[in-house]
């Protein structure tokens, strides 16, 4: 597994295992707030628009192209999370329900999968709110991710740039993208992320990234106006073919799933980095004992000893 791979895949265990496990103190301490400091930081996408609205752009016709790419990207996005043709099974997990697995598209590029269940269809608004904020990735995954906005279209798009640490090195490595949350039917919604032909003026890096699974995205252009370490070329440039969750409410249970196809990321992770990431990733984030060994447990499932 690559560094990004394991620090997404983590942040989907964090908030299965949270959720689940707020579920289980309600239920054991009734009329106690059960909702941890973390949730407060939460923003609906309107609020996060309003938060962000003076970057909005004013160019018509990027915001037409945007528009354009990412209703392309949602419908890939759609058959990559409903499709089961084709996908490799990876591992399964009985604890929080996740399910692992990848398939090739189009021969040369991956594309991976994870499922998840939470045992609340309560949850599903907050599960949303918590995968759409830019403020709780950071705060989840601090230290090591920084997530940002950069550029709105519209209170449903924006332009986000992702700074995440690699573990080899500790060196940063970045990318740009746009990413959309859109509502496909009801109880349904869907955040995907898609990398274009955005400028950032990297000096060292000015090569023309071509996006392997969504065509649109190569038709799109646009500059942004970067920071000086990736002027100068310090962070190394990745990008992300297509990425994001699609979240279904059920009766009984909220099912999401998350996709990504990522370039240039093959940094394989030794089990001294894994430790390091549950210390700060999730134990650090949670106090209660009961849950470190739920997710003890559950990380068994994510790297078994061989």
Same mark, same amino acid.
């Given at each position: ?102 398939? =090739? ?36 995954? =601090?230290?090591?991710?920084?997530? =940002? ?66 065509? =649109? ?90």
């Amino acid at each position: 597994m690559n560094t990004f791979y394991i620090q997404i895949s983590l942040f989907l265990l964090c908030i299965s295992l949270y959720l689940n496990n707020k579920t289980l103190a309600t239920d054991r301490a009734p009329g106690k707030d059960a909702t941890p400091e973390l949730t407060d930081h939460c923003l609906i996408s309107e609020e996060i628009y309003e938060k962000n609205k003076h970057l909005l752009c004013t160019n018509p016709e990027e915001i037409v192209e945007a528009s354009e790419l990412m209703k392309e990207a949602v419908a890939q996005f759609n058959y990559f999370t409903t499709s089961k043709d084709d996908y490799k099974f990876c591992r399964s997990c009985y604890l929080c329900h996740p399910f692992f697995c990848e398939k =090739k598209h189009q021969d040369y590029t991956y594309v991976k999968k994870n499922e998840y269940t939470i045992d609340d269809p309560d949850m599903y608004n907050e599960i949303i709110k918590m995968l759409w904020d830019p403020e709780y990735a950071n705060l989840i995954n =601090k230290g090591s991710i920084i997530r =940002k906005i950069t550029r709105v279209y519209n209170k449903n798009l924006v332009m986000i740039q992702q700074r995440y640490k690699d573990s080899s090195s500790d060196n940063w490595k970045y990318f740009y993208a746009l990413a959309t949350i859109a509502d496909v039917s009801e109880g349904t919604t869907v955040i995907v992320i898609v990398s274009a032909d955005i400028n950032d003026h990297n000096s060292k890096d000015k090569r023309s990234y071509r996006n392997k699974v969504i065509e =649109k995205a190569n038709l799109f252009k646009t500059d942004i106006d970067s920071e000086n370490d990736i002027r100068k070329g310090k962070l190394k440039k990745t990008f992300v073919n297509i990425a994001g969750y699609h979240v279904e409410k059920k009766n009984n249970y909220v099912n999401f799933t998350y996709i990504d196809s990522v370039s240039d990321i093959q940094i394989l992770i030794t089990q001294s980095f894994i430790s390091t990431i549950v210390k700060k990733y999730i134990v650090d984030c949670y106090a209660s004992s009961y849950l470190k060994q739920i997710i003890r447990k559950a990380l068994w499932c994510f790297f078994p000893h061989k």
